[in-house]
């Protein structure tokens, strides 16, 4: 209660501080609006708008493309702008609050809007630090795997961001574990990201319209994890004409189909993906002993979007995805069916509240299931889990004025968490771990201001109010109290303050200082670094406590070439508790009491990143370079030594570069170099009975061979006189390792019996791609 009291003192002072702001001077009135896409009259998010004498007054669209900004009366020139669009200019005479609607054309970018606008340099004027947009039309011609073009592989090639391993799409940010990232589409969480038991992602590039990844100390609005969020925006719909668009790959095909409903007020927005390897393999597996087996995703992503008013707009957005592998042997009369995946839901309504209030207020619903279904002649086997959500969430942005914007909010979410269903049968014999679902409250409220504090310092404040509450039914083995459906277990509940500084040295240079405190309360429990269907989402118990993750970081940023050359240099320092890992020598039971399997630790995180990224021209791209080190501690584990996190990599180092070679020709490439994934080595080994036993040395404490790899596209596009049609297309060839490097994914010891007591024993390397090629077709239809 202590701390409802404090963060409601907050928000008064927050609102006092901006009602004085406002109130400071009668003679000022608020320009505000939307800024759309001409072409589709989708929302920008992120246009810059500011004045005309580049004096640093200005600010940026909303996730929704809504703008506020607050001026002195009287005559004034602002700049709309955004990368790949025209910029546009407009004069009036303010003298009352004017709403002014932009819509902004694709074009080349000429000289005069190179020098005047300042999208280029948000790198060095945002408070936030470690946050990084990508722009779906530039890394279109990156080389893919598999002919799939993947946003999550793409967010491993920057700085802070290590793969989960050859070829998967989990991925870890600063030393933090895959399920501290909080990954959302469109508001909705993801629990699992990856088909094709993680080797693709779960996003289709068609359907996404922007990406954002925060490393540095996520804002207040976002909650529930430690290490980093992922937000991914789904496209509107082309609210202008209709279009279509897909593409065939060497796995997969997609279609995209998008319109208006109601031209200019409603549109819709329709994509799919299926795989089809396995169908194509069905012949050479038909007579065979995998006769029958079979493996295929698929996804679908629906968007409606409806304005109602000028102030008032409905979205509704959803995704369902599955795998679904089916697998046969003839000789052993083995059998097993493995579906799994998301499903997502989200119903946003938007409304502005006179011209310095922007609310977004979302029903969201989110699950993901697991269900591993076997049998061999008369035993029969299952395993099940998964996690659904209910959330309802308000979102507020307030403009007092030019200096102040001021975001509030709140969430809720009912968690309903299936994490360990096992039984199995063998003839009259049938065993059956606890059926019981866990069930838990989890909710939060937050208030954040970004100051303009001087012309070259502004701050970025907010508090977070988080609780947690683990509910029944429940058996506390200590105490022996059980509780039942809806009584309160344990209740959970911390302040998270963050605080970011931006000193702007000059108007090409800055450095930035933040710090934040993140509590995390749903745990995956994995015994691999990837994301892998079979991975089990936990709740925080008596038992199990919530993560804490607190974060440091310091930067440096400047801008050279008029902002088409960002360079950054960025270090931090993590200090993370109540990290969860498997007990030494654990051995799955049917137990059904997961939390007694758990040992609770701590762990650190540090390092410094570097980045340099060109964003304009013909050739564009970016080098980052992170060294890191990442350790982990336990009681349990390894004699109560620290020892190294299982993705705890030294180097890491990324080259990625796309050159417009003529208007037919784009040629990318990367190049990626990391240190080798840590591993336990064997020390030795003795027999006992025969059967030799393995003795391991310090945990982690051994590393593969590094890893490195060149991957090289081409993309054909036809010429340019030929674009304006209805109908056109393109071609990207991809190679995948090109000089077939094989990078071990992992070791595994091979035994040989040398004598009556001697085992000799050899790692083999494991190594997953080599060289890969492929060809995906994509066309546009409108």
């Known amino acids: 209660m202590q701390f409802s009291f404090t963060l409601f003192a907050l928000f008064l002072l927050g609102f006092s501080s901006a009602a004085e702001t406002t109130g400071e001077d009668s003679d000022r009135h608020t320009i505000s609006g939307h800024v759309t896409d001409a072409e589709t009259g989708e929302s920008i998010i992120g246009a810059n708008i500011f004045l005309a004498d580049r004096t640093g007054t200005g600010t940026v669209t909303n996730t929704y493309g809504f703008y506020s900004l607050t001026l002195d009366s009287g005559p004034q020139e602002l700049v ?111 629990y699992n990201t990856g088909h094709l038991l993680g080797f693709v992602s779960v996003f289709n590039s068609d359907a996404i319209k922007n990406t954002t990844l925060i490393k540095g100390g996520m804002p207040p609005q976002y909650g529930g994890r430690i290490s980093s969020v992922l937000d991914i925006q789904m496209k509107e719909g082309n609210n202008r004409q209709f279009e279509a668009q897909g593409g065939i790959g060497l796995i997969a095909s997609r279609l995209t189909l998008q319109g208006p409903i109601v031209e200019d007020r409603a549109s819709f927005l329709i994509s799919g993906r299926r795989t089809y390897l396995f169908d194509l393999a069905q012949p050479a597996l038909k007579g065979g002993n995998f006769e029958g087996t079979n493996y295929f995703f698929y996804d679908f992503n629906v968007k409606v979007n409806y304005r109602i008013s000028d102030r008032d707009r409905l979205y509704f957005s959803s995704y369902l995805g599955r795998d679904v592998l089916d697998f046969n042997t003839r000789s052993r009369d083995f059998t097993l069916r493995m579906p799994y995946g998301n499903t997502t839901a989200t119903l946003r309504w938007n409304r502005t509240i006179g011209s310095r209030m922007f609310v977004n207020t979302s029903l969201i619903y989110n699950d993901y299931q697991f269900d591993f279904r076997g049998r061999q002649e008369d035993f029969n086997f299952r395993l099940k889990s998964g996690i659904r959500d209910i959330n309802l969430k308000s979102d507020f ?22 994490p360990n269903q096992t039984s199995g049968s063998s003839g009259e014999t049938v065993f059956e771990s606890p059926d019981e679902p866990e069930y838990a409250i989890q909710g939060g409220i937050y208030v954040q201001d970004e100051w303009k504090f001087r012309d070259n310092i502004s701050l970025l404040g907010g508090l977070r109010y988080s609780f947690f509450n683990h509910r029944g039914p429940y058996f506390d083995e200590e105490t022996s109290e059980e509780l039942d459906r809806g009584e309160s277990t344990v209740w959970y509940d911390a302040l998270e303050p963050r605080l ?28 691999s670094t990837s994301t892998l269907p079979t991975d089990i989402w936990v709740p925080s118990t008596r038992m199990i406590p919530p993560q804490l993750g607190i974060q440091y970081s310091l930067g440096y940023f400047r801008n050279f070439l008029g902002n088409t050359l960002e360079t950054s240099v960025e270090v931090y320092y993590r200090d993370l508790q ?61 004699n109560g030594r620290s020892f190294s996190a299982p993705f705890d990599r030294r180097h890491d180092l990324s080259v990625v570069g796309t050159w417009d070679l003529s208007d037919r020709v784009d040629i990318g490439a990367t190049f990626v170099f990391g240190s080798g994934q840590v591993f336990t080595p064997i020390e030795g080994m003795y027999l006992i009975d025969g059967f030799p036993v393995e003795i391991y040395g310090e945990r982690n404490s051994a590393s593969l061979p590094d890893y490195h790899r060149l991957d090289l596209s081409v993309t054909l596009r036809p010429p340019p006189e030929r674009r304006d049609g209805r109908f056109n297309s393109y071609w990207t060839f991809s ?48």
Do not use: C
Request: aromatic letters at 12%; charged letters at 20%; zero cysteines.
């Open 80 to 190: 709309y702008s955004y990368i790949g669009k025209n910029s546009q200019r407009v004069e009036l005479d303010l003298q009352n609050d004017t709403i002014i609607n932009i819509r902004l054309f694709s074009g080349v970018e000429t000289a005069e809007v190179v020098v005047t606008a300042e999208e280029g340099d948000r790198n060095v004027t945002r408070a936030e630090m470690g946050v990084i947009e990508l722009d779906m039309d530039r890394i279109s011609t990156l080389p893919i795997l598999l002919g799939e073009l993947d946003v999550l592989k793409t967010i491993q090639l920057l700085p802070g961001v290590l793969s989960a391993g050859e070829g998967f799409s989990g991925f870890h940010v600063r030393g933090g574990g895959a399920d501290q990232n909080l990954v959302l589409l469109d508001e909705a969480t993801v």
């Open 397 to 418: 942005d307030f403009f007092p004025s030019d200096k102040h914007h001021v975001k509030f909010g709140f969430s809720i979410s009912d968690h309903k968490l299936s």
């Open 500 to 527: 970011s500084v931006n000193w702007r040295l000059n108007p090409e240079s800055s450095i930035k200082a933040g710090f934040s405190v993140n509590e995390q309360f749903l745990h995956l429990v994995s015994n």
């Open 578 to 638: 109540n990290q969860l890992d498997y007990q030494e020598n654990y051995v799955p039971s049917l137990s059904g009491r997961l939390e007694n399997d758990f040992a609770v630790g701590k762990g650190r995180a540090y390092g410094a990143e570097f980045f340099v990224n060109k964003t304009k021209g013909n050739f564009t791209g970016w080098i980052a370079y992170t060294l890191s080190f990442t350790d982990r501690t336990f009681d349990e584990i390894n």
């Open 735 to 782: 190679v995948y390792n090109v000089y077939s490097r094989k990078n071990p994914l992992f070791v595994y010891p091979s035994f040989e019996q040398a004598g009556a007591e001697q085992v000799n024993a050899e790692l083999v390397q494991v190594s997953l791609f080599p060289i890969i090629p492929s060809v995906t077709w994509n066309f546009n239809f409108k």
